[in-house]
Structure formats: structure tokens, C-alpha cells
């Protein structure tokens, strides 16, 4: 595989570039490729990769193929933390995932947020990857016992800022990641393991 710099060197035939460039945007509209209203499913790099309606397909024009084919152990090592802001339809997220202790992939698009969830979920890599809605994810690590045989935790408070709609989840020792779930600003919420968070409000 030719490497990135070669990749983006110019071409030596610039005519030839174009009449090829012509011919492959003729090729995407009789196969129906240029449409961004419909859903397709693709191979990138043997990888299946499901494009929904108004998600940019990363075969086309290729870029997306491309950026993704770039990530391997090389560029990833295996405690690195990636961040793919423009997630589309997560197609780097998930080859990122197969090396990176963890990938947040971002987008301003709901549909793309989606499709980037079903991506990773279809390519088992849901563990490694969370996919947000463009704000901005807050996360604290919480301690308790202090080397006592039992500790129990007080309430703790996360500045939302102007979030309409938080979610949060939580990390257990051991590992384990908890669903996101949805809830309200200003207000008290008990969280417990396998448990849907529930409200709170003093008697």
C-alpha cells in the first residue's frame, strides 16, 4: 500500500488525474453511489461498514477508505486514547478500535452519531468505542474506601453548562461499562450496577 505522503504527492499527469476523477464521480452516479438518501452497506478493507441516509459513505470519494486503511499498530499504540471528531459513519472509529485502548468518536450530525453506533456494533467494537453528539463528555474517576474494608460515597456534582440533554454512565471496577442513560439537569440521581438510574428528591 502506498504510503500517505505518496498518496497525497501531486500527480505527475495532472489530465490523466482529472479524466480519471470524471470517469469514477460517473461511475458513483450510475451505481447510485452519490445518493445520500438510502442505505448501503460497504467493504472497507474487508470491513462491513452500513452508510444510513444523509451519512457521508466513506467509499465515496474514498477519503474515509483511505484515512481508515492508514490505522494499524503502527499509528496506534495499544494504550492510546483516539478521538475521531467527524465521525460520519465511524468507519475510523472502528479500525482504531482494533488497536487503541479506547476511541470517542464525535459528530454534529444525529444520524451519523447513530450510524456510528450501529458500526461499531456491527463490527463487535462497542466495548472501545463511545459515540457522543458533539458536547462535550465529562468524565471523573470516583474513589471510595481509602484503604478501609468498605467506603460509601456522597453526592457528586457535574457542571452541565447549557446540555439539554446529559447522559451518563459509569465505569465499574473491574471494568465493566454501563449503558448511557438519559437524565435531567439540577437534580439528584442514585446510580447503582445494572440498575436504571433512578431520581432523587429530599422528603
Same mark, same amino acid.
Given at each position: 500500500?502506498?504510503? *500517505?505522503?505518496?498518496?497525497?504527492?501531486?500527480? &505527475?499527469?495532472?489530465?490523466?488525474?482529472?479524466?480519471?476523477?470524471?470517469?469514477?464521480? #460517473?461511475?458513483? &452516479?450510475?451505481?447510485?453511489? @452519490?445518493?445520500?438518501? @438510502?442505505?448501503?452497506? %460497504?467493504?472497507?478493507?474487508?470491513?462491513?461498514? #452500513?452508510?444510513?441516509?444523509?451519512?457521508?459513505? *466513506?467509499?465515496?470519494?474514498?477519503?474515509?477508505?483511505? #484515512?481508515?486503511?492508514?490505522?494499524?499498530?503502527?499509528?496506534?499504540?495499544?494504550?492510546?486514547?483516539?478521538? @475521531?471528531?467527524?465521525?460520519?459513519?465511524?468507519?475510523? $472509529?472502528?479500525?482504531?478500535?482494533?488497536?487503541?485502548?479506547?476511541?470517542?468518536?464525535?459528530?454534529?450530525?444525529? $444520524?451519523?452519531?447513530?450510524?456510528?453506533?450501529?458500526?461499531?456494533? #456491527?463490527?463487535?467494537? %462497542?466495548?472501545?468505542?463511545?459515540?457522543?453528539?458533539? $458536547?462535550?463528555?465529562?468524565? &471523573?474517576?470516583?474513589?471510595?474506601?481509602?484503604?478501609?474494608?468498605?467506603?460509601?460515597?456522597? !453526592? !457528586?456534582?457535574?457542571?452541565?453548562? @447549557? $446540555?439539554?440533554? *446529559?447522559?451518563? &454512565?459509569?465505569?465499574?471496577?473491574?471494568?465493566?461499562?454501563?449503558? !448511557?442513560?438519559?437524565?435531567?439537569?439540577?437534580?439528584?440521581?442514585?446510580?447503582?450496577?445494572?440498575?436504571?438510574?433512578?431520581? !432523587?428528591?429530599?422528603?
Amino acid at each position: 500500500m502506498r504510503s *500517505p505522503r505518496a498518496v497525497l504527492r501531486p500527480a &505527475r499527469f495532472p489530465f490523466v488525474a482529472q479524466f480519471m476523477g470524471k470517469a469514477m464521480a #460517473l461511475g458513483y &452516479r450510475l451505481t447510485g453511489k @452519490d445518493r445520500y438518501d @438510502d442505505f448501503r452497506l %460497504e467493504r472497507v478493507q474487508g470491513v462491513p461498514i #452500513l452508510v444510513t441516509p444523509s451519512v457521508f459513505n *466513506p467509499s465515496v470519494p474514498r477519503t474515509g477508505a483511505f #484515512l481508515a486503511a492508514q490505522l494499524d499498530a503502527r499509528v496506534v499504540d495499544a494504550d492510546a486514547d483516539v478521538l @475521531d471528531m467527524g465521525t460520519g459513519s465511524g468507519v475510523c $472509529a472502528v479500525f482504531a478500535a482494533r488497536y487503541a485502548r479506547r476511541v470517542v468518536a464525535v459528530d454534529i450530525n444525529p $444520524a451519523a452519531v447513530r450510524c456510528a453506533g450501529i458500526n461499531a456494533r #456491527l463490527n463487535h467494537a %462497542e466495548n472501545r468505542i463511545e459515540v457522543r453528539h458533539g $458536547a462535550a463528555m465529562t468524565r &471523573r474517576e470516583i474513589t471510595s474506601g481509602g484503604g478501609h474494608a468498605s467506603g460509601q460515597l456522597g !453526592w !457528586w456534582h457535574f457542571g452541565l453548562g @447549557d $446540555a439539554a440533554k *446529559p447522559e451518563i &454512565r459509569v465505569i465499574w471496577p473491574g471494568g465493566a461499562v454501563g449503558e !448511557w442513560q438519559a437524565v435531567s439537569g439540577n437534580a439528584f440521581y442514585i446510580v447503582e450496577r445494572d440498575k436504571p438510574a433512578r431520581e !432523587w428528591t429530599p422528603k
